[in-house]
């Protein structure tokens, strides 16, 4: 099915541990974005991309890192994870045609 | 800043009535979307405005460009159009910019049988 697909859907880490969220879509859309959910708080952006090879940082970046090696994948890496990083990640892409945007179904993270 | 703000935050309807949500922003903006969340679950792209008024069955979503305002509106509402209502804007830009979103905090509607 064409869409965004974000794996895992629910992650407990230890503090200090890495990991990371996987998001991908079929859609060849350029546009590729990571956001958190916390409660209280509208989805922060933090990081995004406008193509393969192309990065950049949005509101929230520090602590995560991304890679936009490819049109179809947009990974999230988390280097040393931290409780304040618990929180539900959504991935979200838009082709530069097309000006809605997909979102994938979530990662329910949880640092301890 | 730009910033996003919704009203109201939390809204509870008996079923069958007529529901507005308010979005308004700061600055200028090329484009406003109505995303819709179900509780525990993922984000579904209702409308896309830049301007005017677009219907979705019994979703009506109006944007005021001058006064910087958009409502959505739900008729004859229903309880599964319980569900957490967001509004995001694009902000006037070039390159990366142009496709970043600022979200409200969304609304929480619920709506009794």
């Known amino acids: 099915n064409a869409g965004v697909t974000q794996t895992p859907k629910f992650q407990v880490l230890k503090t200090g541990q890495s990991m990371t969220l996987q998001c991908a879509q079929d859609?060849?859309?350029?546009?590729m974005s990571w956001y958190r959910q916390d409660p209280g708080m509208g989805l922060r952006l933090i990081h995004y991309?406008?193509?393969?090879?192309?990065?950049d940082q949005g509101e929230v970046p520090n602590g995560y890192n991304v890679s936009r090696s490819t049109t179809e994948d947009f990974p999230l890496r988390l280097l040393s994870a931290a409780p304040s990083q618990t929180s539900v990640y959504f991935c979200?892409?838009?082709?530069?045609?097309?000006?809605?945007?997909?979102f994938g179904s979530g990662t329910r993270l949880t640092v301890v | 800043k730009n910033e996003v703000e919704q009203s109201p935050q939390n809204l509870t309807a008996q079923e069958g009535e007529f529901i507005t949500i308010n979005c308004s922003y700061s600055?200028?903006?090329?484009?406003l979307h109505w995303l819709q969340q179900h509780p525990g679950g993922g984000i579904v792209s209702l409308f896309m405005?830049?301007?005017g008024k677009k219907k979705h069955g019994r979703l009506i979503a109006t944007i005021n460009i001058q006064e910087k305002h958009s409502s959505l509106h739900i008729t004859a509402s229903h309880p599964r159009d319980s569900a957490v209502y967001i509004c995001?804007?694009?902000?006037?830009?070039?390159?990366?910019?142009?496709?970043?979103?600022?979200f409200g905090k969304g609304t929480l509607l619920t709506v009794n049988p």
């Open positions: 995001a804007v694009r902000w006037y830009g070039s390159g990366g910019s142009n496709y970043k979103l600022t």
């Open positions: 991309s406008v193509g393969a090879g192309i990065t």
């Open positions: 405005l830049s301007s």
């Open positions: 979200a892409s838009r082709g530069q045609r097309n000006y809605g945007y997909t």
């Open positions: 600055v200028g903006i090329s484009a």
């Open positions: 859609m060849n859309h350029e546009y």
